[in-house]
Nanobody, 125 residues
Framework: QVQLVESGGGLVQAGGSLRLSCAASGRTFSNYAMGWFRQAPGKEREFVAAIRWSGDNTYAADSVKGRFTISRDNAKNTVYLQMNSLKPEDTAVYYC??????????????????WGQGTQVTVSS
């Protein structure tokens, strides 16, 4: 089992920044690729970004590329999502998740075995 707890969400004005954190406990964090997903009201949960277990490869959705950066610190069992130039359409509940896979599977929520409870991000216009 891997337990994941997100933090860092909140209310921010458009153009602002937030940094989300996801703290992991349980099985060896460094074995897992980590992903961030988000779900806006009335919409399906969608992929945001993912990072390989070693931190040397990342993916990001086109909608956030150049604005959001995923990173991890395996010594602290934590993955981060730095979000800059936020837009109202980024408003959603953000979830972190863990998977033993990588490659194409990292883009799909069904590939992830463990999920956090989510943290709300609200961007006002």
């Amino acid at each position: 089992q891997v337990q994941l707890v997100e933090s860092g969400g909140g209310l921010v004005q458009a153009g602002g920044s937030l940094r989300l954190s996801c703290a992991a406990s349980g099985r060896t964090f460094s074995n897992y690729a980590m992903g961030w997903f988000r779900q806006a009201p009335g919409k399906e949960r969608e992929f945001v970004a993912a990072i390989r277990w070693s931190g040397d490869n990342t993916y990001a959705a086109d909608s956030v590329k150049g604005r959001f950066t995923i990173s991890r610190d395996n010594a602290k069992n934590t993955v981060y999502l730095q979000m800059n130039s936020l837009k109202p359409e980024d408003t959603a509940v953000y979830y972190c998740a863990a998977t033993l896979g990588w490659g194409a599977s990292a883009w799909y929520l069904g590939s992830y075995d463990y999920w956090g409870q989510g943290t709300q991000v609200t961007v006002s216009s």
